[in-house]
């Protein structure tokens, strides 16, 4: 794991990186950011989030590596405390790619859900296109269930999205 990687509520101080990737190709392709961005995406998502850390339905991560710097970005989209569910997801910023740290940042998330939301599933959905990312779930102890056909829709387009779950009972990840 990356040395000294944290993650830290989403904040106004944690705009100007959020900006950096939405500007992504691979951040507007692969998540649910619409494509372009409208003005103020960013904004008007930590609003959003703010709003469902309010009400307890999602949650918002910065990733700050060691020195500060903010990497990246790890997200509860959904969170349904009733059925103990909770969707996560995680971004990585280019220059970042490639050390790890989505991994990193996955394995936070699952252990905040399963210690912080006492969450009995937690599920990803994947572009079935993103192989790097299905690699991410498969290293932090995520079974792959299926495909959803034509689940995504997108500027017209609909794609296929892969649905992967660990659930609290499943073999713990060795470091």
């Known amino acids: 794991m990356p040395e000294q990687l944290r993650l830290e509520l989403f904040g106004a101080e944690h705009l100007e990186g959020v900006r950096g990737l939405l500007a992504d190709r691979d951040v507007r392709r692969f998540t649910r950011v619409p494509d372009p961005p409208p003005d103020s995406f960013e ?35 959904h ?20 050390r790890g740290l989505a991994v990193a940042i996955l394995r936070m998330l699952t252990e905040w859900a399963f210690s912080e939301l006492r969450a009995q599933r937690i599920y990803l959905m994947i572009d079935v296109d993103n192989p790097a990312s299905e690699r991410v779930a ?33 073999p713990p990840l060795t470091p």
């Open 79 to 98: 969170i349904d405390r009733e059925a103990g569910e909770v969707e996560l997801g995680y971004i990585v910023a280019p220059a970042e790619r490639g």
């Open 138 to 170: 498969q290293r932090c102890g995520y079974v792959r269930e299926g495909v959803l056909r034509s689940l995504h829709v997108k500027q017209g387009l609909r794609s296929d999205t892969s649905l992967w779950s660990r659930l609290p009972s499943d």
């Open 43 to 77: 904004v008007e998502w930590l609003a959003r989030y703010r709003a469902g850390r309010t009400d307890g339905t999602r949650e918002a991560f910065a990733a700050i590596d060691g020195k500060g710097r903010f990497v990246g970005f790890g997200v509860a989209p």
